[in-house]
C-alpha cells in the first residue's frame, strides 16, 4: 500500500531556532517527492520538488533532502520566523504518468516569540 | 493573475441539500483536481480532469459528481449532503508534462448538519 508518514506530528520550536521535520514514504513507483507549506485556512502551497536523482534543494531558508535508497525526506527549517508556523506535508507522485499524489498528513509547526 | 479562485468560502448544509462548489484558474492549465482534507488525514483525490472534457475517480469519489465546464472551471457537486462529507474542498490545477507542480485553491469549509 501506499503511505507517507510525517514526524513529528507537531513540533514547538523558539523564534531564530532551527528545526527538521521527518518523512517516510513507501510508494510505487516513484516519481518525485514535494513539501508543501500550509497556512491555517490556506490552501497548500509548493516549497519544493525533488527527484529520484536529487539528493539536496533549497528554498531560501528551507532545504529538503531526499535519500531514495532508505525511502526517507527531511525538511530543515533554518532560523526560523513566526511566518514559519504552519503545516508541512510530504507528497509523493506515484509513477510519471500518472496524476496520483499520496499526501502525508502533515506536521504542524509553531514557531513562538 | 489570481491563480485558483474557489466559491463559497464557507458553507453550511442540512443533510440531503445539493449544493456546487466552484473552482476556476486563470493560469491556463489542462488538467484540475478536487481534494478534500479531514483531519488527522492526508488530502484525498475526489475528481480530477485530465484536459477539457475529460473526467476521471479519484480515490474517494462516492457522493459526488464533477463538471469541465471549460479549460477554467471545474466544479464539484455533491447531490445529497451527508453529515460524512463535513470537510475542507480543495481546488488545484496543474500542467500535463513533468513536473505536474498542483496549483492549490484557498479551499471551502463545508459542514453539513
Known sequence: KN????????????????CTLQCNYTVS???NLRWYKQDTGRGPVSLTIMTFSENTKSNGRYTATLDA????????????QLSDSASYICVVKVGDSSYKLIFGSGTRLLVRP | ????????????????????????????????????????????????????GTTDKGEVPNGYNVSRLNKREFSLRLESAAPSQTSVYFCASSEVGPPREQ????GTRLTVT
Open chain 2, 103 to 106: 496549483y492549490f485553491g484557498p
Open chain 1, 3 to 18: 503511505q507517507v508518514e510525517q514526524s513529528p506530528q507537531s513540533l514547538i520550536i523558539l523564534e531564530g531556532k532551527n
Open chain 1, 29 to 31: 513507483p516513484f516519481s
Open chain 1, 69 to 80: 535508497d532508505t525511502k526517507q525526506s527531511s525538511l530543515h527549517i533554518t532560523a526560523s
Open chain 2, 1 to 52: 493573475n489570481a491563480g485558483v479562485t474557489q466559491t463559497p468560502k464557507f458553507q453550511v448544509l442540512k443533510t440531503g441539500q445539493s449544493m456546487t462548489l466552484q473552482c476556476a484558474q486563470d493560469m491556463n492549465h489542462n488538467s484540475m483536481y478536487w481534494y478534500r482534507q479531514d483531519p488527522g488525514m492526508g488530502l484525498r483525490l475526489i475528481y480530477y480532469s485530465a484536459s477539457e
